[in-house]
T-cell receptor, first 115, second 113 residues
């Protein structure tokens, strides 16, 4: 199992600013993922955070808007850059094994409101 | 892209009743997983069922998988108010080395005391 600490749990930000969300895992993990979830909706994968290399982004998400760092096997950050109200959402960090053959674990989420 | 679809999208039942949620998917899978989410918080894993399994139990939860119909169901028996949450299915495909979870749209369950 893995315990994930995600910070901050919530924030209210001004448009045009940036917010960095941190994800700390209590053990080394292979796969780390960042999701966005609009209220009442399902999860949308933003990117897979790769240790030691650039993140792999899903269609519709770009590095300039959502830069990701993963300096080691237990930590990752997601930055939401140049925010607009459309970025208001819940952002979730998740970890799993290499082939997703076992359960994924999630942080408690970051509820972001952009005003 | 989302490939899973759950139905119903919303379900309201009385405490003590059973709740059944269904999930359909489109491609060949390695496994299918069910998760619960309380009020926009992090998701909690419930059950993982592999493509060669047909049924799995965990406490009051029963999951079935029909790979010929590309569908799964989650049954919660003797529901409690604390079961009120959103439930999501997620599939892992067989294809490629970069595996990820493909999420369904979710079922919002309300259990009334």
């Amino acid at each position: 199992s893995a315990v994930i600490s995600q910070k901050p749990s919530r924030d209210i930000c001004q448009r045009g600013t940036s917010l960095t969300i941190q994800c700390q895992v209590d053990s080394q993990v292979t796969m780390m993922f960042w999701y966005r979830q609009q209220p009442g909706q399902s999860l949308t994968l933003i990117a897979t955070a790769n240790q030691g290399s650039e993140a792999t982004y899903e269609s519709g998400f770009v590095i300039d808007k959502f830069p990701i760092s993963r300096p080691n096997l237990t930590f990752s950050t997601l930055t939401v850059s140049n925010m607009s109200p459309e970025d208001s959402s819940i952002y979730l960090c998740s970890v799993g094994d290499s082939f997703m053959n076992t359960e994924a674990f999630f942080g408690q989420g970051t509820r972001l409101t952009v005003v | 892209s989302q490939q899973g679809e759950e139905d119903p999208q919303a379900l309201s039942i009385q405490e003590g009743e059973n709740a059944t949620m269904n999930c359909s998917y489109k491609t060949s899978i390695n496994n299918l997983q069910w998760y619960r989410q309380n009020s926009g918080r992090g998701l909690v894993h419930l059950i993982l069922i592999r493509s060669n399994e047909r049924e799995k139990h965990s406490g009051r939860l029963r999951v079935t998988l029909d790979t010929s119909k590309k569908s799964s169901s989650l049954l919660i028996t003797a529901s409690r108010a604390a079961d009120t949450a959103s439930y999501f299915c997620a599939t892992v495909s067989n294809a490629g080395n970069n595996r990820k979870l493909i999420w369904g749209l979710g079922t919002s369950l309300a259990v009334n005391p």
